[in-house]
Structure formats: C-alpha cells, structure tokens
C-alpha cells in the first residue's frame, strides 16, 4: 500500500495564497486567465457597493467636519457681541445634545460615532472660551490636559479611530507643551524628554499589537476597531519623530555629549533595532520597515555631514562623500525592501 507523499495539500497552499490587483494583473500577462476573468474577478475584489458606502462615510466625515468648523469660526467672528453666559451656554447646549444623540444611536452606527467625536472636540471649545472669559492664567499643557481627561472615557466606550487620534494627539501634546514649560532645560534632559516621549508611543503601540494578537481575523474581536494597519503606522511614526531628535542631539554633540545624552542615544538606537526586528520577523510590515529604514537613513547621512565637514573636508568634500552615503543608504534601503516585497513577507497580514 502505497504512502501519501507529505507536504501540504493544494487546498491548503490556495488557502495561503493572497489573490490581489497585481496578481491578478500578471496572470493575465502570462496569459494565465483572459481579460474577461480578470474583469470579473476585479468586480468580485472590489464590489462596486463598497465604493458607494466608502463615499457616503466620507461625505458624512466631512459634513460633521464643516459643521464644527462652522461652529468655531461663530464664535470666533462673532466673540465681541455674544455675552458671556450665552456663549458658555450655547456650548454647553450642543456638549449635551451630541452626547445624548450619540447615546441614544446604536454604538456600531457611524452617526453615533460621529456626535460623539463632535461632542470631544466641542469639549476642547468649551474650555478654550472658559478659559478666555474668566482669563484663569492656566498654562497651555493645563488646557490640553484637562481636555484629555475630560474626553478619556468617552474615547474608551466610542471604540471610533478618528476619537482615539484625537485623544492620542492631546495627550502628545498636552505632556510635551507641559515638559518644554520647565525652566532650565539642557540638551540633557531634552534628550531624555523625547526618549520618554518614544517610549510612551511605544507602550500604547504595545498595547495595540498585544490586543490583536490575529490582525487578519480581528474584525470580529473587542479590539477589531484597532485592527487597520495604519493604526500601527501612525503609532509607529510618533515614536520615531521621537527616537529621531534623541538620536540627533547625540550625533551633532557626539564629541561633547554627556553620558545621559550618550545613554539616552544607545537606549533609542537600541528600541529602533527591536522595532525593525518586531516588523521584520514578528509582525512583518513593509510600510513599517521603510519607515525605520527612513529614519537610519537620514541619521547616517546627518553624520557623514557632521563628522566630514568638522573633522576632515572643507563645504566641497562634505557635499561629495554625503552625497555618495545618501546614494548608498537609500539605494540600500530600496533593494531590501524590494527583496522583502519579492519574497511576499506583507501577505500574511494583506487583510488587515
């Protein structure tokens, strides 16, 4: 009796293949499948529908978006001839009905959503006319803070991406406007201010990868609002403009750098390589990879400029090597990721 020879099925190298736009495209240049297939199954990947529904939440963002533009600029145009307690209570009216409309709609329904992203964003203009009217003397981060905590709970239960950016941007802000505010400042606790910075960024980036531990099948789970891969683009990209100026400060001052700048440069070069590990082997993420490939580029290049022009060339030498090292990195840079592409380390997470 004959064995079955080992290995995995056909089904189960169909099930791993991802059928795409490009696929389908060199198919047919193979002549594979005809164009009338292509066609089909182009209408069968991108449903016509979807377009209409992607068209309609946008029209519906951007309506909500003019309205509480059409909001601000009110009270911006007409600040002189509204009386104070009209003015805070005008605010205070539209806080309460866009919370209750948002209470009131189904969570999952983009309506609700929306009212409740207006309500966060009409808090922020409530405590900015406050704040002019009874002239509290509060300091800029005092604002933004409160602004978080207020909207916290909010972003917690609304499950909305644009929401939680929101509540992402102020925290960022809220806690850098608070650290610049200290007097005294040095090239030494800057560095470490970006670091905690990045590693804040990090934590919350952290949590997101931990929370999905399925993105392709995290649709349907707790956290499936998370799962759109620009979620981690976005977190990732905070982080590195803060690894970024960590790493800079050490390299302009490399020779008279501190040991808390010098420490504080190895602990971000060495987050950036855990980073390019994780989305290289654990998370494989292209995008994500050439956005750090971005950054060690454009630090390599800094300090051939700084170290040639310093040390050894004059204006004419330095232009010439750092030109030659920009050639080499991104050239570099564009040939692995082009490896990467070719041997298809993005698919597994194509649908997320």
Known sequence: MESKPEGPSSFELLKSVSIDRHLLDELTARGTIDPDLRLESLGWLHPGHLW?????????????????????????????????LVKLGLIEC???????????????????????????????????VFGQIYQTGADAWQFFALWVVLITL???IGRF?????????????????WWSDQPGLEDDHTSLMYLVHALANGAVLLAREWLLPDPVEAEGEAFGWLAPRWTRWLLLAAMLSFLFPTLMIWIANWETAS???????LVAAGITLVLFL???????????????????????????AIIMFDDIFASLGTTFFTAIAAVACFGGAAGYLRSLLARGIDEQEAGS
Do not use: H
């Open 52 to 84: 209409a529904r992607w068209t309609m939440v946008m029209l519906m963002a951007f309506g909500a978006g003019l309205v509480l533009a059409g909001i601000v600029f009110f009270f911006a145009f007409n600040w002189a001839s509204i009386p104070d």
């Open 278 to 304: 994780a989305f290289r082997f654990w998370r494989p993420d292209v995008p994500a990879l050439a956005m750090e490939l971005l950054m060690v580029c454009i630090l390599v290049i800094m300090a051939v």
């Open 161 to 177: 991406l644009p929401l939680w950016v929101l509540w992402l941007l102020l925290a960022n802000l809220s806690f850098y406007l």
């Open 94 to 128: 539209a806080i309460i009905l866009t919370a209750l409309g948002a209470w009131l709609l189904p969570q999952e329904a983009l309506p609700g959503r929306l009212l409740l992203l207006a309500a966060a964003v009409l808090t922020g203009v409530f405590l900015a």
């Open 154 to 156: 909010w972003t917690a």
């Open 259 to 265: 040991a808390s700048v010098a420490l504080s440069a």
